[in-house]
């Protein structure tokens, strides 16, 4: 047995085929709300619909959490973030394998990023924001936002995929991921697919 204790993170390519294998990574002709086009989609929340497979994800993510000293030595007293609902299954399996003391989730009410009623000021340990996909990094951004504004302080932020456009820091904390993935954006006039004449696929977000 080589380095016991050690706890294994599968690879980015292990990650990357459960993620076929549960339809959450799919390939194709893909145009965005916002009008680009891509030859992929991660559909993340096909993933955590098996609780075996959302139970390795989220293990394998909080291992990248438990290692730093920081925030080991902080554990019970810690909260996990997500800043919507597709990271609310990362957010659980990742408090599960930290024993973390506290979860919350922001949702969007007329327009803005925020908390159930009745979260003070003051009653959030220092945080670990988690997500299934950091695309452009908006939400994880407006939730570190959020979050300091009721006075916790962030310790650690990550993902099971994110973007390589997206930020790979929030002010100090490193971004975690499992699989950094570099999406090619087209717009209609320089798209492949387009020009193959691959059948398009629209995707809410
Ligand atoms: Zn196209």
Redesign the pocket.
């Known amino acids: 047995m080589a380095a016991t204790g050690v706890q294994l993170i599968p690879s980015p390519e292990e990650i990357m085929q459960i993620l076929k294998r549960t339809g959450a990574f799919r390939e194709g ?1 893909f ?1 965005y709300p916002n009008g680009k ?1 891509t030859a992929h989609y991660f559909q993340m929340p096909l993933a955590f619909r098996y609780y075996d497979t959302a139970r390795v994800l989220a293990v394998a993510l909080s291992r990248k959490f438990r290692i730093e000293r920081d925030i080991a030595s902080q554990l019970p007293k810690v909260a996990i973030i997500s800043p919507s609902s597709g990271g609310i299954p990362v957010a659980f399996g990742v408090r599960d394998a930290l024993n973390a003391e506290q979860i919350y989730w922001a949702e969007q009410e007329t327009g803005k990023r925020t908390f159930r009623q009745y979260v003070n000021q003051g009653e959030i340990n220092p945080c670990i924001i988690v997500d299934d996909i950091i695309r452009s990094g908006n939400a994880i951004e407006e939730t570190v936002e959020l979050v300091r504004s009721l006075g916790s302080p962030i310790t650690g932020c990550g993902a099971i995929v994110r973007f390589a456009s997206a930020p790979n820091s929030i002010e100090d904390v490193q971004i975690k991921s499992l699989v950094e993935y570099d999406e090619q954006f ?1 717009g ?1 006039s320089d ?1 492949p ?2 020009k193959q004449g691959v059948p ?1 696929e629209h995707v809410r977000f």
């Open positions: 002709h145009v086009h087209y209609s798209c697919m387009c398009e």
